[in-house]
């Protein structure tokens, strides 16, 4: 059934289209190394739950948005193969201080289906 890669991060309002340029880029590398699909969604509804919520999962100020997005693998194997050749590739080189977003509030993580539907 495959594997997937998912995260949430909070992204400045203003960093849009600066975020999906980048994600636009990273994608390709993805791709590139193994990856079957890359979905980046931005926040569109929502809602503030009772006890916890994706805002305050990624500690989203008032001028942000929520960014929920995941990786598609054929299965782990390439998964793990494909992080180690996208983490040396030139592609995803990037300057720290020049950042869309903060990467410290971005909840990751690798997730194996149980249901494909």
């Excluded at 793990?80 to 300057?95: E, S, T, Y």
């Excluded at 950042?99 to 993580?109: E, L, S, T, W």
Aim: aromatic share 12%.
């Amino acid at each position: 059934m495959g594997y997937a890669d998912g995260f949430v991060v909070a992204v400045p309002t203003a960093n849009r289209d600066a975020y999906r340029a980048l994600a636009e880029k990273a994608a390709v590398v993805f791709l590139d190394h193994g990856a079957t699909r890359v979905l980046e969604c931005w926040g569109d509804d929502v809602p503030d739950g009772k006890v916890t919520d994706y805002r305050r999962a990624a500690h989203v100020a008032a001028d942000e948005n929520v960014v929920f997005s995941w990786i598609e693998w054929p299965d782990k194997e390439t998964r793990v193969a494909g992080w180690d050749k996208i983490m040396a590739d030139d592609r995803m080189r990037h300057d720290p201080a020049d950042q869309c977003f903060d990467g410290k509030r971005m909840i990751y993580g690798g997730f194996a289906p149980i249901l494909d539907a």
